[in-house]
């Protein structure tokens, strides 16, 4: 049998007996119906599964045409930076709270994957941004984000300062409690909590949120993604933190400014055909509950 997919690939980050049975099904299923399968190391260990292909997500990123995340979004975000690397089709089993990025119900993931597994598929790239920490002259420091770089004090409810400018042109200097730099992935993640506009994902643009500014007139500003951003800290202010998805990426040191671009690297997600974007917000946001009953 000709299939879509040589070698599929099956990794998570959490081992609850829920997600190993998970794993454990999935990779006998696929097994059976005649795929090549790579399975986490980990996960492999766990369930005592001996003389079989295993690997790193390294590895599994490197190899496979597909790979299957069991998980929430967290996962997939996690995974996402180092498998868009090597170019990794994506698809996830939701086993979190939201599941903006994972598509597949675990009570039907087996019957939508054999749809998917049969052509039924397209895939939708969602590009990442990039973070450089300039000091002295030099590129100190490098990160890539899915959803959101988020500039923000140490302290709680501290103000800081900043200047921003996009494409070497001032924007405006702002005190606030930090910036949101979301991608439209990012628009239904910490973004949507601090005000920002729900973004279709496949839009290419960048959005700077602020966060609890100092000033009436401060809005969500929408611009191209092919632009940089230039942050400078103009006070040397050394209680800056700069995060990638939720996690601590550097502290801003004396001297020091960002930038932020588009980055050259993309998460591909595959989805079902009959996938669509406004159902799922419907679905996760509660909107228009009375046509879902």
């Given amino acids: 049998m000709n299939h879509v997919f040589k070698i599929i690939g099956i990794m998570g980050y959490q081992y609850c007996l829920q997600k190993l049975s998970i794993y454990n099904i999935l990779y006998n299923w696929l097994k059976r119906i005649g795929y090549t399968v790579i399975l986490e190391l980990n ?28 998980g929430g979004d967290g996962s997939i975000l996690k995974a996402a930076k180092i498998l868009s690397v090597y170019s990794a089709k994506i698809i996830g089993i939701n086993m979190g709270s939201l599941g903006f990025l994972t598509d597949l119900d675990p009570h039907s993931a087996l019957k939508e994957l054999q749809n998917i597994l049969n052509g039924n598929f397209y895939i939708e790239n969602r590009f990442l941004l990039d973070i450089h920490l300039f000091k002295n002259n030099f590129y100190t420091k490098k990160k890539m ?46 973004s949507l909590s601090a005000g920002g ?34 942050i400078k800290f103009p006070r040397n202010m050394m209680n800056v933190i700069v995060s990638c998805d939720g996690k601590t990426s550097f502290k801003m040191s004396k001297n020091a400014k960002i930038f932020i671009q588009k980055s050259k690297f993309f998460l591909k997600l595959l989805h079902s055909n009959n996938y669509k974007y406004f159902h799922v917000l419907n679905k996760k946001l509660g909107w228009s509950t009375k046509y879902f009953k």
């Fill in 43 to 70: 996960i492999a260990k766990i369930l005592h599964l001996k003389n079989i292909l295993t690997g790193n997500i390294v590895k599994i990123g490197k190899i496979s045409d597909l790979v299957i995340i069991v």
């Fill in 145 to 190: 984000a899915i959803n959101e770089i988020v500039i923000h004090s140490q302290k709680i409810a501290k103000i800081i300062e900043f200047e921003v400018y996009i494409d070497r042109n001032f924007a405006f200097f702002q005190k606030s409690d930090g910036l949101i730099i979301s991608t439209p992935t990012g628009s239904t993640a910490y």
């Fill in 197 to 230: 506009p729900i973004l279709i994902p496949t839009l290419n643009v960048i959005m700077l949120i602020p966060m609890f500014s100092h000033e009436l007139s401060s809005r969500t500003l929408i611009i191209s993604n092919k632009s940089i951003i230039e």
